[in-house]
């Protein structure tokens, strides 16, 4: 099957293959081509130039993307979209004054998630995840990473990642599964974490080690959560399975989180609210893609991750959605980009990079996807009549996307 788009007034993100990331100076810089045209075979982009070099009239599909932005679909690289029901009571309970901590306290936060999706059964979860991610595609997420830690008992992080692994194995979009087990400590656990990390590396790593379930390794590394040791024996478990690390770090406090992921070729640490001069060094000659979650701080009124000082650095940056029931019930990765341009004060470019072949990086997918290049997947957003591209984060709210394919296939 071939698809032809034509009178692309700008397809952005136009990359040569062997750009697998843009860090520091190169994230200013968008590659376009105006007026263009681009050719996909199967799922896959074959061709792509400007329109009056445009030979090929056979494709079975022609699109006239007149007036319009072509450009790859998001790669949203930290999500926890795999969840049961939803928050919105501790959400009305924020606004009339309880904390993040208060309502963890009495037992509300990640604790309460995982209650409920104890309590629900693998096809229901299922079910509401596959309606979340149907969502997102139509917001033009085109790949995405989901972690476990909802369940917290060794059945119910299994029911997660089972349903993680049936998300990959059944719908059209590239999804990475992360283990995040150790996420907060159970209440079974109370006052032994310890025991709990037990439970994790003793029972936990070898089933999902033989049903395969697990891509990379989590952990909340944040002081009253887990602190350095334990993120230590979860990295050195998970290197023990072949999983390699992707870390929730700094969202609150900088204490030697990200120097240690780093140690351990972390492939991304995230969240990084909170950031100190000696977690840039640790980040600058690493391959350790730093993520900033901007929706969340959003959402929790926290500081935003200071990314102009990670760029000023030479660091890159990828941008995700956080997507979780708990502190950024939001998937849209378009207000992510807004955001990050309003808050973060990143350019457009720059913002559009983080959230594209940044974000696919930190999957460890971006020779396949987050660019416009010959043999990536053709997983791309058409917009509706726009000035340029500038337009999207500017525009914040409004829903400028008017197709999407994946893997070729129109699917909005
Ligand atoms: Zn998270």
Same mark, same amino acid.
């Given at each position: 099957m071939t698809t032809l788009i034509i009178n692309i007034k700008q397809l952005i993100q136009v990359r040569e293959a062997n750009i697998l990331k843009v860090s520091g100076e190169e994230m200013k810089t968008l590659p376009l081509i105006e007026n263009a045209y681009l050719l996909i075979e199967n799922d896959t982009i074959v061709d792509f130039g400007k329109m009056e070099d %445009?030979? +090929?009239?056979?494709?079975e599909t022609i699109i006239d993307a007149s007036g319009k932005i072509v450009m790859p679909t998001w790669c949203? +690289? /930290?999500? /926890? &979209? &795999?969840?049961? =029901? #939803?928050r919105v009571q501790e959400f009305v309970d924020r606004i009339n004054g309880l904390s993040y901590e208060d309502i963890a306290n009495r037992g509300g936060g990640i604790l309460n998630s995982a209650k409920t999706l104890q309590n629900t059964t693998e096809d229901d979860l299922y079910q509401q995840s596959l309606q979340r991610i149907n969502q997102l595609i139509k917001l033009g997420t085109g790949a995405l990473e989901i972690k476990s830690g909802y369940g917290l008992t060794l059945e119910a992080e299994l029911k997660m990642l089972r349903v993680i692994k049936r998300l990959k194995k059944e719908q059209n979009i590239k999804i990475k599964a992360t283990f995040l087990g150790a996420h907060a400590v159970p209440k079974e656990f109370k006052d032994n974490k310890s025991g709990y990390l037990d439970h994790i590396i003793k029972d936990m790593l070898p089933k999902i080690e033989s049903e395969d379930l697990a891509d990379y390794i989590d952990i909340f590394c944040e002081k009253g959560y887990f602190d350095l040791e334990d993120t230590k024996r979860i990295m050195e478990a998970g290197k023990k399975y072949g999983l390699k690390s992707k870390i929730h770090v700094n969202q609150f406090n900088s204490f030697g989180g990200v120097k240690l992921a780093v140690e351990y070729n972390a492939v991304s640490v995230d969240h990084l609210e909170e950031l100190s001069p000696e977690d840039v060094i640790a980040l600058q000659n690493s391959n350790t893609m730093p993520v900033a979650l901007p929706s969340c701080s959003y959402f929790l009124s926290i500081p935003y991750t200071p990314a102009k000082q990670l760029l000023e650095a030479g660091l890159p940056i990828a941008l995700a959605t956080d997507y979780n029931p708990g502190s950024t019930p939001s998937g849209n990765m378009n207000f992510v980009v807004s955001t990050a341009c309003i808050?973060?004060?990143?350019?457009p470019e720059e913002a559009i990079n983080a959230a594209t072949l940044n974000g696919a990086f930190a999957m460890e997918i971006s020779n396949q996807y987050g660019s416009i290049t010959k =043999?990536?997947?053709?997983n791309l957003i058409i917009t509706k009549? $726009? @000035? #340029?591209? #500038?337009?999207l984060p500017y525009?914040? =709210? @409004? #829903? %400028? $996307?008017e197709k999407i394919l994946i893997n070729g296939k129109l699917v909005l």
């Open positions: %445009c030979y +090929s009239t056979k494709a949203d +690289s /930290h999500t /926890h &979209v &795999v969840y049961a =029901g #939803n808050k973060m004060k990143l350019t =043999g990536k997947k053709a009549p $726009i @000035e #340029n591209y #500038n337009y525009a914040f =709210g @409004e #829903n %400028c $996307i």
